[in-house]
């Protein structure tokens, strides 16, 4: 069985243990590419957890709110579409959201 098969199957496993599922899915789920910020694959369990404790998702339900206005976002380095956050380990989505999300200071 290829590596990345094997890993998705772990992540998949680990994330029924854990509930994350929604998350994976409301994300568009665990099958990646950095382009889409959605490259979970890397992420342990813990992570992942980390994620959905804060509702994190890639498209803002609140238009006003946006993980790039955010005081905790990171912007993209290297040419990548996607930037981080300061809460939680892995790529976040300029147009993301979670309920931690506060003004950005100006
Ligand atoms: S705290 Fe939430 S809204 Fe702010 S950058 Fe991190 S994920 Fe995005």
Redesign the pocket.
Known sequence: MPDSVSRRRFLASAGAVLGVGPVLAACGGGDVTAASCQGYSALDAAALQQRQS?D?VDNTPRPA???SN?????APEGGSPC?G????PGP?APD???????IMAT
Request: with cysteine; aromatic share 26%; net charge positive.
């Open positions: 804060l994190y709110e946006l993980c955010c005081r905790f976002y990171n930037g956050c300061q809460l939680f976040v993301g959201w979670c309920k931690s999300w506060v």
